[in-house]
């Protein structure tokens, strides 16, 4: 995919996604853990190796056109490695109850039910409690787009609804959530990347998780 290509993309965001910054963009290294937080965010949905692959890329291409500015002290998640792993079940919680709401028993207790604890540990603890409850770059209203994004290039049905459903309680509106979907399945197309079992806004249901 071209940088033309990935900027006609872009166009096709809503506005509020598209040019409401967070940042000073002077702030190039900000904006540089930007960059790398989105596909380490990612990775928790795609994988490791597609995770690299896109990192590995991006780094050649920032290192071309721009002096890079993150060093092996920009570790953001570094103060947690020396907290138990218990630690990270309270941001998990935290995380999973503002995007979940009261969905959410049903989904950990009904869906995953007690035949899935190392599924279940992963997506709480590691998941959420380490990586995407991390809002020191990635705030959670950006997260949401992220994982929604990933997960809809991914062909899936059930967690694109949920998290439609959380990001619109995140607080973007029905049309942000429609660019964002309407960009992930043109990339996805682009890419040859299957999305017929993605669905659509009106089928979120505020009170079903199937």
Same mark, same amino acid.
């Given at each position: 995919?071209?940088?033309?290509?990935?900027?006609?993309?872009?166009? @096709?965001? +809503?506005?509020?996604?598209? !040019? *409401?910054?967070?940042?000073?963009?002077?702030?190039?290294?900000?904006? @540089?853990?930007?960059? @790398?937080? *989105?596909?380490?965010?990612? *990775? &928790?949905?795609?994988?490791?190796?597609? +995770?690299? !692959?896109?990192?590995?890329?991006?780094?050649?291409?920032?290192?071309?056109?721009?002096?890079?500015?993150?060093?092996? +002290?920009?570790?953001?998640?570094?103060?947690?490695?020396?907290?138990?792993?218990? *630690?990270?079940?309270?941001?998990?919680?935290?995380?999973?109850?503002?995007?979940?709401?009261?969905?959410?028993?049903?989904?950990?207790?009904?869906?995953?039910?007690?035949?899935? @604890?190392?599924?279940?540990?992963?997506?709480?603890?590691?998941?959420?409690?380490?990586?995407?409850?991390?809002?020191?770059?990635?705030?959670?209203?950006?997260?949401?787009?992220?994982?929604?994004?990933?997960?809809?290039?991914?062909?899936?049905? &059930?967690? &694109?609804?949920?998290?439609?459903?959380?990001?619109? =309680?995140?607080?973007?509106?029905?049309?942000?959530?429609?660019?964002?979907?309407?960009?992930?399945?043109?990339?996805?197309? =682009?890419?040859?990347?299957?999305?017929?079992?993605?669905?659509?806004?009106?089928?979120? +249901?505020?009170?079903?998780?199937?």
């Amino acid at each position: 995919m071209t940088s033309d290509e990935i900027l006609h993309f872009r166009t @096709q965001l +809503s506005p509020a996604i598209r !040019d *409401s910054p967070t940042c000073d963009p002077l702030e190039s290294k900000f904006v @540089q853990r930007r960059i @790398q937080e *989105s596909p380490v965010k990612g *990775s &928790v949905l795609r994988g490791i190796p597609p +995770s690299l !692959d896109t990192i590995f890329a991006l780094l050649c291409f920032l290192c071309e056109n721009n002096e890079p500015l993150l060093t092996s +002290s920009d570790f953001i998640r570094s103060s947690t490695l020396s907290q138990p792993i218990s *630690s990270l079940t309270h941001p998990a919680c935290v995380a999973l109850d503002r995007i979940y709401k009261h969905n959410l028993p049903d989904i950990l207790d009904r869906k995953m039910g007690k035949n899935m @604890q190392d599924l279940k540990f992963l997506t709480l603890e590691i998941n959420y409690g380490f990586n995407l409850s991390n809002e020191q770059v990635l705030d959670w209203r950006e997260t949401e787009l992220v994982v929604l994004a990933a997960l809809i290039t991914q062909n899936c049905r &059930v967690e &694109v609804l949920w998290h439609m459903r959380g990001a619109l =309680r995140a607080g973007w509106t029905r049309e942000d959530v429609e660019s964002v979907q309407k960009v992930a399945m043109a990339i996805a197309k =682009r890419l040859a990347v299957r999305t017929d079992k993605v669905p659509g806004l009106e089928e979120i +249901s505020e009170t079903s998780n199937d």
